[in-house]
């Protein structure tokens, strides 16, 4: 989460949105920073979230199974002037109206699991 952390600090602090139109160099060189720490979070999250990481590490390194080529080719940087596909939507948004029947879906199975363990 530390990571995580930094990632966003940086971000915020970069302001590519903003240097886009003054500092194009310096855009670049955020957006690049960015890129990697994205790439070190597919690997790290690969294991909690394997589809949406690999539709991540998809855009940034089309071709290549995350599971296979991942964690080994880590210590790699991307190049410069790396190609960065879109990932397009890696989740899908909660509807707030599908949160309390899942709750209580949930609720029953560990209710009946409680019953099932006795």
Known sequence: MLLTKEANRYFDEAQPWSTRKSDLTRCAS?????????????GLWAMILPF??????DAISPGKELWRDGWPSAENWLGEGHPVNSPGILFQKIDEASIAPEKE???RLREQ??????
């Open 52 to 57: 949406g990481m690999q539709r991540l590490w």
């Open 113 to 118: 699991m409680d019953r099932d363990s006795r």
């Open 105 to 107: 879906r949930l609720a």
């Open 30 to 42: 955020s957006l690049y920073v960015c890129c990697q720490y994205v790439r070190a979070f597919a």
